[in-house]
């Protein structure tokens, strides 16, 4: 097996960057293919925490080719931010060649912002609670067929010229509809530019790229961004993010076909989280659910707002095994739970229309569902194990049910944000 894709199992912010940067040790390459800088990926290493929104969460092993696909929208500003913080760090990603940018990746460009914020103000009430970060503003113009590809931004006529002609159209939708400013030509030209011709070196085909370390027998991780319930086909629309958040969009993110992908790696809390509005049916409003955001401190790695929690629900990983093919779950934030006496999962709903065991597509159906729980015994400190026999029994009698409940293995749990506060029970490229 030399593909590996990993993809949230809920509603993002499972631990992926802690299981990417895990796995990326077996790994000669790490491709992120989809989302943009709403994600915020966590890495503790050495006690030193480490936080990306774009670039993989490989980048902290030495040697590792680093790929933003062209399914990622790229703000080049954040970019380099993030890479000038690596340079201070030690790690000159344009300097070594370890970071490749797909030359069709599409450009954020401020005034995405600027929608997104407007679009979100126009909302109120209806709001989807975005990141801000200009994605679904991105999104809609490359699907519109009004977006800016890297390939043209590195060009600087080419740059110029998209910029007039969206924005003759946008600065009319921004002044008339929106009642917000015009964005000034030449100010987002002389800026971004100069973005520009810093990263130009790393704009290439990473289609080509991939294909030429399958052939060449690398072993290649695939780093997904957000998670299956924010997929906009497969989540709960409309409170998704704009992007094909499951294991599918890793092959068109990528540039690669889908049977170059091996095995697919879903990330799922002991619990759950979600940040931003939308229905969520196991959300917890007592103790029990501030226990757990202060435990898990669950505060939005990239906005800081805190996460709304609640009891795991198999319906959730269910659907989330079946529109990825997970061939695996990996379970984190295990030691969350220490210390109640009981924990629960949710294994069906009840609605307006009935008892479900799927979760209901129709907004107004799921957002009235009401979880049907299996209770089961809590268990004390979980933080120090390194094998799934040094658990506590019921903490492992929790992890057999789920893998009952999914029909999958557990293959890794996590009982602490380190990177070795982990049991790994599988290497998924073996
Ligand atoms: P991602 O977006 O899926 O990469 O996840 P985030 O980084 O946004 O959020 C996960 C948070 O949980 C980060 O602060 C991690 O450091 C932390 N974390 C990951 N695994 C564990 C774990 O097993 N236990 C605890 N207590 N924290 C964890
Ligand atoms: P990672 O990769 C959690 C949520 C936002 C909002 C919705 C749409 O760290 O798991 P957007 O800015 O994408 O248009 O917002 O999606 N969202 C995330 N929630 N983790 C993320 O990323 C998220 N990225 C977007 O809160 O509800
Ligand atoms: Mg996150």
């Known amino acids: 097996m030399s593909n590996v894709v990993i993809v949230g199992a809920q509603w993002g912010d499972e631990g992926k960057g802690k299981v990417v940067d895990l796995y990326s040790e077996w ?27 774009l670039i993989p969460s490989g980048v902290l092993h030495q040697g590792k080719t680093c790929v933003i696909g062209n399914g990622v929208v790229v703000d080049p500003k954040v970019l380099l931010v993030e890479l000038d913080a690596l340079k201070a760090q030690g790690r000159d990603l344009l300097a070594e060649g370890t970071l490749a940018i797909s030359e069709s990746a599409h450009v954020i460009l401020p005034y995405h912002c600027t929608l997104d914020a407007a679009r979100e103000n126009f909302k109120g009430e209806r709001k989807i609670g975005t990141t801000g970060r200009g994605i679904g503003p991105a999104y809609t113009d490359k699907v519109g067929r009004d977006g800016l ?128 509005e939308g229905p969520f049916p196991t959300e917890l409003f007592d103790d029990v659910g501030k226990g757990i955001a202060e435990r898990g401190a669950e505060f939005g790695a990239t906005t800081g707002r805190p996460r709304r929690c609640g009891w795991l629900d198999a319906l959730v990983l269910k659907h989330a095994v079946r529109v990825n093919s997970l061939t695996g779950l990996a379970v984190t934030k295990l030691d969350v739970l220490s210390g109640m006496n009981e924990v629960r999962i949710a294994t069906a709903y009840d609605t307006p229309e009935g008892r479900v065991h799927e979760v209901p597509a129709a907004r107004d159906v799921l957002a009235e569902a009401k979880p049907v729980y299996e209770t089961m015994e809590g268990w004390g400190d979980a933080r120090d194990a390194r094998h799934f026999s040094e658990l506590p029994a019921a903490a492992r009698r929790f992890v057999d049910r789920i893998e009952e409940l999914t029909g999958i293995p557990v293959v890794l749990l996590s009982v602490g944000p380190g990177r070795e506060e982990t049991i790994v029970r599988e290497n998924p490229f073996s």
């Not at 989302?35 to 990306?52: D, F, I, P, S």
């Not at 007039?164 to 015009?182: M, R």
């Not at 060449?216 to 409309?238: C, M, N, R, S, W």
């Open 27 to 53: 790994a000669d390459a790490v491709v992120r293919y989809q989302g943009g800088n709403n994600a915020g990926h966590t890495l503790v290493v050495e006690g030193k925490k480490t936080v990306l929104h």
């Open 149 to 276: 590809r890297m390939a043209e931004f590195i060009r600087p006529a080419c740059f110029r010229k998209h910029l007039e002609e969206s924005l003759s159209f946008k600065n009319d939708i921004l002044t008339k509809v929106l009642g917000e400013k015009p964005v000034d030509v030449e100010a987002v030209f002389d800026e971004y530019c100069a973005y520009a011709e810093r990263i130009r070196p790393a704009v290439l085909n990473c289609g080509v790229l991939l294909d030429e370390q399958r052939k060449a027998g690398k072993k290649i991780l695939f780093e997904g961004a957000q998670g299956t319930l924010l997929d906009v086909d497969h989540g709960t629309y409309p409170y998704v993010t704009s992007s094909s958040t499951v294991s599918g969009g890793a092959a068109i993110g990528a540039g690669v076909g889908p049977v170059f992908l091996d095995k697919v790696i879903g990330i799922s809390k002991a619990y759950t989280t979600r940040v931003g």
